[in-house]
């Protein structure tokens, strides 16, 4: 195909778009709809994901160490602790500095509950506070932690804690939302696909006649594919454009009102993060949808 024949193509695909008014203005309308749907279970499916992944790097393993271990023994399991692949942060908590947290986290009840208690009567032991690199792997770095008792005569490890049962529920409820979202994504997706090419298959079997003309006068396949193809593409375009233009002006209202109410507690991902994922699906969808909607609707005409 020469530049030539493809610029005319161009064009036709163009004025086709602008000549069947109100067609166009449906299969746009279709797109819209179906893609602002999908938008929106896309932008909630980000949000609920970055929650999760939020709430999974909040998980760490607290290392109570028994009262009589000594600086040499507690720097010596911090090592061993250090030294595990799984691990990527170690915080050493001292009991003045575990009492003085104590105090403040408890506010006013504290006053009466820790009556009495000082650096010289303090009843908390020093801990180690440790962060791994995946959040999955917490109880098995537990375990790790606790078998090092095994390793030492003095047994430095009282406790460890990490909300053994209740994170175990919580990496499955995670888990399940992230799979569910994405289901949900890939089946309106697909819906989207249907509605959309059906929506510009009734388009162009209003123009059947036109399409058998051209076939009955000599004209090629390709040669009266390409605008229809360049048609489609235009429609998947404009209608992404539109979409990504309400959803940019929805989101933003939203977070300006969700991030303005500290009552609420949320904190949703700024657009400017995901403005180009989003942007980028939607256009490629949008125009992908177009002009298979237009090449599969148009082939059955082709047969004259």
């Not at 009567?121 to 690199?133: G, H, S, T």
Request: glycine share 8%.
């Amino acid at each position: 195909m020469s530049f030539k024949t493809f610029l005319r193509h161009v064009r036709e695909g163009f004025k086709n778009v602008f000549r069947n008014g109100w067609m166009s203005i449906a299969s746009i309308t279709s797109i819209v709809v179906s893609l602002f749907v999908l938008g929106v279970f896309i932008l909630l499916v980000l949000n609920v994901n970055a929650i999760a992944d939020k709430a999974d790097s909040q998980v760490q393993i607290n290392v109570h160490l028994a009262l009589n271990t000594d600086q040499k023994l507690r720097e010596t399991v911090e090592n061993e602790i250090g030294s595990m692949p799984e691990v990527s942060k170690i915080t050493f908590v001292s009991k003045e500095q575990g009492l003085k947290e104590f105090r403040e986290d408890m506010g006013a009840d504290a006053a009466e509950l820790l009556e009495g208690f000082d650096e010289d009567n303090n009843p908390l032991p020093d801990k180690l506070v440790i962060e791994v690199i995946e959040p999955t792997t917490v109880p098995f770095v537990a375990e790790k932690i606790q078998a090092l008792n095994e390793t030492h005569e003095e047994q430095p490890i009282y406790k460890v804690n990490y909300g053994k049962g209740s994170i175990e529920t919580l990496f499955k409820v995670t888990r399940a939302v992230r799979n569910i979202g994405f289901i949900f994504v890939a089946g309106l997706g697909l819906m989207s696909m249907f509605l959309i090419s059906n929506t510009i298959r009734v388009t162009i079997l209003a123009r059947r006649k036109e399409i058998g003309i051209m076939k009955l006068v000599g004209a090629t396949n390709y040669f009266i594919r390409w605008p229809f193809f360049i048609e489609g593409a235009l429609i998947g375009l404009i209608g992404s454009l539109v979409t990504s233009g309400l959803l940019y002006a929805g989101y933003t209202s939203l977070l300006s009102s969700v991030q303005g109410d500290p009552m609420l507690g949320l904190k949703l991902i700024p657009f400017g993060e995901i403005w180009m994922l989003l942007c980028g699906l939607l256009v490629g969808l949008g125009m992908l949808i177009g002009i298979w909607g237009s090449t599969v609707s148009i082939r059955k005409f082709l047969k004259v």
